[in-house]
């Protein structure tokens, strides 16, 4: 399975402010995940970034909150814009395989806003 | 609307004994399921990969899938305290070229030494 980097791991924000998190693979991938995971709940799919064309996103995620780039077949970024409480999250991307199917996650960015 | 949905648990089982998570999920179309252990703080981890209706063995892992009931298991042999994590099952419904993973909130499994 690709090795996924994830910058910062962690980052405390004050509302209002945007952050960007970076998604690294070590190795050429096609299908890339955002998800969001929530305290206490399960994983969110926010939107899928393929190299070539513009995110799909998931109900409920805009791409003028969540604007997402994928400029290589190795990197990804996610943006969370404008930030309140609401967004403290951990952050995931993952890679799919080459069936598309079977996913391996990131170690996350855990994201709190004041 | 696609659902997939586990027991929350926790599920506790003495060290040794045999731990079995359950899940369940609504869409009949759906054709790959996996379960995936979180240990607190770290991010998902693939154990486990089923397609077929029947079971699948991996070490002290077995998963268990019958389509016709939308049910979807996972067996731990032999449970160690380094099992004690969440564990989630996703499905897949891979209609008109999605590959959607659909999580369910996960069963916290505690093995008691």
């Known amino acids: 399975s690709a090795v996924i980097s994830q910058k910062p791991s962690r980052d405390i924000c004050q509302r209002g402010t945007s952050l960007t998190i970076q998604c690294q693979v070590d190795?050429?991938?096609?299908?890339m995940f955002w998800y969001r995971q929530q305290p206490g709940q399960s994983l969110t799919l926010i939107a899928t970034?393929?190299?070539?064309?513009?995110?799909?996103?998931e109900s409920g995620f805009v791409i003028d909150k969540f604007p997402i780039s994928r400029p290589n077949l190795t990197f990804s970024t996610l943006t969370v814009s404008n930030m309140s409480p609401e967004d403290s999250s951990i952050y995931l991307c993952?890679?799919?395989?080459?069936?598309?199917?079977?996913?391996?996650f990131g170690p996350g960015t855990r994201l709190l806003v004041l | 609307q696609k659902e997939v949905e586990q027991n929350s648990g926790p599920l506790s089982v003495p060290e040794g004994a045999i731990a079995s998570l359950n899940c369940t999920y609504s869409d009949r179309g759906s054709q790959s399921f996996f379960w995936y252990r979180q240990y607190s703080g770290k991010s998902p981890e693939l154990i486990m990969s089923i397609y077929s209706n029947g079971d699948k063995e991996d070490g002290r892992f077995t998963a268990q899938l019958n389509k016709a009931s939308q049910y979807v298991s996972l067996l731990i042999r032999d449970s160690q305290p380094s099992d004690s994590a969440t564990y989630l099952c996703?499905?897949?419904?891979?209609?008109?070229?999605?590959?959607?993973?659909?999580f369910g909130k996960g069963t916290k499994l505690s093995v008691i030494p």
């Open positions: 970034a393929n190299q070539g064309s513009e995110a799909t996103y």
């Open positions: 996703a499905v897949v419904y891979s209609g008109a070229g999605s590959y959607q993973l659909t």
């Open positions: 190795s050429q991938v096609t299908m």
């Open positions: 993952s890679v799919g395989d080459i069936s598309g199917e079977t996913q391996y």
